[in-house]
Each structure stands twice: as C-alpha cells, then as structure tokens.
C-alpha cells in the first residue's frame, strides 16, 4: 500500500557555514600633515633647489608630509620585542592606537 512506503530520503539540510572574510589591511601610514611653518620651510628649500639653474620655471608645492617619528619607534619596539623568541620570524603591524591616558 502506497501510505506503508518508506518516504524517499529528503534532501539532507545543508549546513551554513560561515563566511570568513579576511579584514581589508590597510597599510599603516607613518605620516603626518606638517604645520605651515614646516610647509613654508620646504617650499622655500625646494624652489631654491628646482630654480638654481632655471629662473624662469614655476611650479606648486601641493602638499608637505613629515614622518611622525613616535609610530615608527612604535613599530620598531613592536617588531623587535615579537620577535625576540623567533628572530626567523616576520611580523606585520596592521593597526596602530593611541590610548589617552585618562580612558585607560
């Protein structure tokens, strides 16, 4: 009789697995906006420098970007104290934050 019958196997539910995405790495940037003191400073040095052979060329300084000298000392003492068990071994710094002392 048809209502005897073993039911055909459904279809086995697939489990979903989740997704996993690597975080989009942004590279680290090591610069910061120099003051108009600084800018002033290098664009009289660069147009003394561009201008000593040629007096008639012109040109525009767009922006000037000076290193910040406190993350680059960070990732050096980062890179330096992970790898003080494994020298062989690299180390990939992908964020850098500074934590104000009165939150911490």
């Known amino acids: 009789m048809f209502w005897n019958r073993k039911k055909k196997a459904s279809r086995e539910q697939t489990q979903r697995q989740p ?16 003051t ?8 009289v040095i660069t ?18 970007r000076r290193v910040d000298e406190d ?4 990732a050096a003492i980062v890179a330096s104290v992970l790898a003080q068990d494994k020298p062989e071994s690299s180390v990939r710094l992908v964020s850098l934050h500074e934590v104000n002392k009165e939150e911490a």
């Open 19 to 34: 997704i996993h995405m690597e975080p989009r790495v942004e590279p680290l940037d090591f610069t910061v906006k120099a």
């Open 36 to 43: 108009q003191e600084e800018v002033e400073l290098v664009s």
């Open 47 to 64: 147009s003394s420098i561009l201008t000593q052979d040629k007096t008639d060329t012109t040109f525009k300084v767009r922006s000037v």
């Open 71 to 74: 993350k680059v000392a960070v």
